[in-house]
């Protein structure tokens, strides 16, 4: 399966402050990436579905201007969380592939 | 939408027992898959199934797709200590997966 890495693994960052979260596909020519939200001993839920070179869709419910998504290479795609408050705290991990998804190792973000 | 209901949310094992763990579609699906998640890591996909009825084996693992394709199980037997994690299964349609709630496996040696 496809190698993805995720950076940064852990974060933690004041109250309206922005973070920027990478996700890299290494072995695989990603034109979709797929991230992912779960809160402590929950489900994945998707977030959005981001697109090389086009915008990203987002799932019902999930702020666009709050989440700022970009994928500009095959490889990268990077998810903004902006203005992040408490209720941001999260564990967002990325996905690549069509059918079957192989995971990133997620990214711990806790707001204060 | 589409909804995928998992069954039980945790599940305590003796080491050595058999247990199942069951998802339900709200709609017919174009496959399924299991992925499996351990302890403070991320989702590794196990298997997946597309065909009606089918069975898949992975060692100790078995996997069921039902016939009307909007329910799958995952038996486990003999279970050892290296099987503890979340298990989750995922309903695939229009190339969108939607995961179960996701059964958490604890083991008692």
């Known amino acids: 399966g496809a190698v993805v890495s995720q950076h940064p693994s852990r974060v933690i960052c004041k109250s309206g402050t922005s973070v920027k979260i990478e996700c890299r596909s290494l072995?695989?020519?990603?034109?979709?990436m797929f991230w992912y939200r779960q809160f402590p001993k929950k489900s994945l839920m998707l977030m959005a579905t981001?697109?090389?070179?086009?915008?990203?869709?987002?799932e019902q419910g999930v702020e666009k201007d709050k989440f700022l998504i970009n994928h500009a290479s095959l490889t990268l795609s990077t998810l903004t969380v902006t203005s992040a408050h408490p209720e941001d705290s999260s564990f967002y991990i990325c996905?690549?592939?069509?059918?079957?998804?192989?995971f990133g190792p997620g990214t711990r973000l806790l707001v204060l | 939408g589409q909804q995928v209901m998992q069954i039980p949310q945790y599940q305590h094992v003796q080491e050595g027992e058999d247990f199942t763990t069951y998802c339900n579609s709200s709609?017919?699906?174009?496959?399924i898959q299991w992925y499996k998640q351990r302890p403070g890591g991320h989702p590794v996909f196990l298997i997946q199934?597309?065909?009606?009825?089918e069975v898949k084996k992975q060692k100790r693992l078995t996997f069921q797709f039902g016939e009307a394709k909007k329910n799958s199980s995952l038996h486990i037997t003999a279970t050892q200590t290296t099987d503890v994690g979340t298990y989750f299964c995922a309903g695939a349609n229009d190339y969108k997966l939607s995961f179960g709630a996701g059964t958490t496996v604890t083991v008692r040696a």
């Open positions: 072995d695989f020519q990603a034109t979709t």
């Open positions: 709609t017919t699906l174009s496959n």
């Open positions: 199934l597309v065909k009606s009825g």
């Open positions: 981001s697109n090389e070179g086009s915008k990203a869709t987002y």
């Open positions: 996905s690549v592939g069509w059918e079957t998804q192989y």
